[in-house]
């Protein structure tokens, strides 16, 4: 049966340093979106003289002639504002380009404009959730779910066969430019394991977050 565009889940991981994002279908199938010819999607973006944010191996490329217009790292949601080489920008714009970028990629791919999204997001991001909310309005998406990483990364064990007792724990180690470590148990009210074709929704593992340190060097995200 051929799939339809409006049947795809895009997902999407847009980290400090580099973006990754998944199509998924309801039959149970998922591709990684690639772009520029890789599995992931440099979150760095370049603004030029004339105001455009350009991403991915553009602005890697632009940044070598002026670096003093790089952003390599755009996800900033404490800050509303910041000035790239004398010029005022909004920080939702920065990363709303990148997700714009992902999204292209992925209506070209999936055949369509996309109706289910979700975008990770950090496990004490709290109500600065609201930051990315308002990153994929400007980007074009629609309103997306946002799911915690650890609770991202649960899921996707689950659903790949992990045997997860009612009351147990695992630990998510998030290694990247800076470094988290969450600890998440199971409810009574736990996910069904995984039937083909079908995800149910009756549960969502409950994040229990013990403290965490960032190192001055981290890992991809």
């Known amino acids: 049966m051929p799939k339809q565009a409006g049947e795809a889940r895009l997902a ?3 980290g400090t340093t580099s973006t990754v994002a998944v199509l998924a279908w309801p039959d149970g199938s998922w591709s990684p979106l690639s772009i520029d010819g890789a599995p992931h999607l440099p ?4 603004l030029s003289p004339d105001g ?30 910041l000035t790239v080489d004398g010029t005022v920008v909004d920080a939702l714009d920065l990363t709303a380009a990148t997700l714009r970028r992902v999204a292209a990629e992925a209506e070209r791919v999936a055949g369509g404009p996309l109706q289910d999204v979700r975008v990770v997001v950090p496990a004490r991001w709290g109500p600065r959730r609201t930051w990315m909310r308002q990153a994929a309005h400007r980007a074009g998406l629609p309103q997306p779910r ?69 190192p001055h060097a981290g890992g991809h995200r």
């Open 12 to 14: 999407i991981d847009c």
């Open 43 to 46: 979150s760095a973006v370049y």
């Open 52 to 81: 455009d944010v350009w991403t991915g191996q553009r602005a890697w490329q632009a940044a070598a002639d002026q670096p003093n217009r790089f952003i390599p790292a755009p996800r900033r949601p404490t800050d509303d504002q």
């Open 146 to 214: 946002l799911v915690e990483a650890p609770v991202a990364v649960a899921e996707h064990l689950v659903a790949a066969g992990l045997r997860w007792p009612v009351g147990s724990f695992i630990a998510v180690c998030d290694l990247g430019a800076g470094a988290e470590v969450s600890v998440l148990r199971r409810g009574p009210a736990g996910r069904d394991p995984r039937r083909p074709g079908r995800r149910r929704q009756r549960h969502r593992p409950s994040p229990h977050r013990v403290p965490h340190r960032r």
